[in-house]
């Protein structure tokens, strides 16, 4: 049962709203009451009060009752229930907690950043240097020998609040002027998309959720809600403020020498990617506290459509975590065997370290691959694009069409090394396995959609768009993309899928599979 003006869900047991009071049942007496204006008894004549229901000397009945026509019934308990929602605005209560929450969520992605940063430290600074020609000490070295003279030492190009930024999914733009023999301009812009970096700001924010519910001890959804908006808006004017004191920057001009090297992130990324993770994932740990064995389930209580929600980031949240773990395990089994073979088609910048480190880059790639098979799962297209001045090409991987080159990978070693990896890792396979799980997973969702939502069809209608809407985001940030350009060369790179057509598809997929899932609900009841 759902209440009519806030539309929080109730016990079918109870005659009111436990949000705001209102009457839940219609009233459906058939008599009115009559209320005596008399101030003397009508059978002893004795005084009487109006607040009296019988005469003190007689024992008279004061008042009578009529009896009323099906026009006349009405429900006077709730006649004059002003109809607005419960919901608190957003005011200074809400900040004061989220403040502090908010600090100590940076705080734990600074403490995360640092011991991610110094385990990759060589891998990056390899791959930014053999995979992407980016070697700022080298440029230093030869501008000395070319012009006889000694420069300042520059700085690390990628340093801790660099991996505080890449953890958010922010692009550093890298803009270089350098004029030693004659003046080269360069731009380069990099989405890493690595999705295992997720984990920083999903974490930190999960724990400062649960820090604000323990210092404001609230329990009400509602305003949990709100305080979530607050983490977010404050968070995200925090990330905004760090990404002005992130990048590097290098300068130095003389007779001989131009050097200009300086990289730098949006300022409104970082608000917008901020309030998002914040918004969401501090909002879950808020509504962990309260119950951890509910969580999101604390949305099915306090709206219509609460259930559709709670089940929308729910599957999202197990579909993650399944093929995240299935995937790190599976390719843990697979890459000391073809360890060559991705070598070849990814680079070799931190080749050296894989073998030394194979759970780490189990668990780096592996997460990655997940994310993969969950959308090809999906019936989603892997592409591989490369982009110069004078070419274009394409490497593509779906579940129908298998791989498929064109361009410059046509004839290369690029598609036969990847086939060779899906065929000797039984990728196909693994990725008809994700659908169905995926299946299982939509189907369960519209049979809980069913046994706890009134209005069905609309509720999985919701419930696709919340899931539909959330690994659309993940595909978005975590989509690989390079560009460089500079006197007259242009490239590209692009690894990934599409998040329109990835929302479009899952939409309709979720849809479908819950909405078959409402009929177990129906058959079970």
Known sequence: MYCSTCGAKNSASNNYCIIDGTKLKPYQGKYSLNISVSQYCSHCGNAVSAADNYCGSCGTTIHSYKKMSTKDVINPLIANVQKTRAIPKLNMKFFKPALFSSIAALLFVFMM????????????ESFLKKELNIDINETIKYAESATDT???EPDSLFGLTDMVMVSHFMAPVLKADINIDEPVSVNMKLFSGVMIFLLIPMLSLFVSGIIYQKITKEISPANLFYGSIAVGILYGLLLAIVSLFSGFDYGIKNKFLSINIHTSYSIFSALIKGFGFAFLFSFIGMLFSINFKKATGHLSQVHIYGEAIHQGISTFFRSMLAFSVISIIIFKMTTDRYINQIAELFGDAAAEKIINKSFHFALVIGTQIGLYI???????TLQFIKRSVHEESELSYSLFKGA??????????????????IDGSDFGFYTKLGILL???LFIWSGYRISKNASNTLASIAIYG???SLLISLLIAITKFHFSASGNEFSLEVILGFSAIKGFIKNY???FIFAYAGTFIGKWKS
Do not use: R
């Open 113 to 124: 950043s640092f011991v991610l940063f110094h385990m990759n430290k060589e891998a990056t």
């Open 465 to 467: 768009f919340v899931y």
């Open 150 to 152: 000694n420069l300042p």
């Open 508 to 510: 309709l997929i979720s």
């Open 374 to 380: 969950w959308n090809l799962a999906s019936f989603g």
């Open 404 to 421: 498929e080159a064109s361009g410059g990978f046509t004839h290369s070693d690029y598609l036969y090394n990847f086939q060779e990896i």
């Open 438 to 440: 995926l299946i299982i």
